[in-house]
Nanobody, 126 residues
Framework: VQLQASGGGLVQAGGSLRLSCAAS????????MGWFRQAPGKDREFVAV????????YYADSVKGRFTISRDNGKNTVYLQMNSLKPEDTAVYYC????????????????????WGQGTQVTVSS
């Protein structure tokens, strides 16, 4: 399984970025997909998750209303649209998939994921 995250960069506070994560080596349409982030000196934290059917989503309180997770099962890609960015959103962002398909419930703990992308840096300047 390979997860390739892209789309990070430097943006001013209030700006937007869209992250992408291309997946291969798994039947993408059957896997929940999540985004996590890790800021310097901090633990990795959950950001958002989307169920394998693509209908249901769940967000961390810190990004709710500003970030949107979506997926295109035809392109084996999950996205994270980030609006109204704040300096505290600065982190390396990782996409991840659980070890098994057809997930039940919400996977919001990093330990629940078995596959990780390489990360993409997002820097928000004030």
């Amino acid at each position: 399984v390979q997860l390739q995250a892209s789309g990070g960069g430097l943006v001013q506070a209030g700006g937007s970025l869209r992250l992408s994560c291309a997946a291969s080596g798994l039947t993408f349409s059957t896997y929940d997909m999540g985004w996590f982030r890790q800021a310097p000196g901090k633990d990795r934290e959950f950001v958002a998750v989307i169920k394998w059917r693509g209908v249901n989503t769940y967000y961390a309180d810190s990004v709710k209303g500003r970030f949107t997770i979506s997926r295109d099962n035809g392109k084996n890609t999950v996205y994270l649209q980030m609006n109204s960015l704040k300096p505290e959103d600065t982190a390396v962002y990782y996409c991840a998939a659980p070890p098994r398909p057809y997930g039940i419930g919400w996977y919001i703990g990093g330990h629940e994921y078995g596959y990780w992308g390489q990360g993409t840096q997002v820097t928000v300047s004030s």
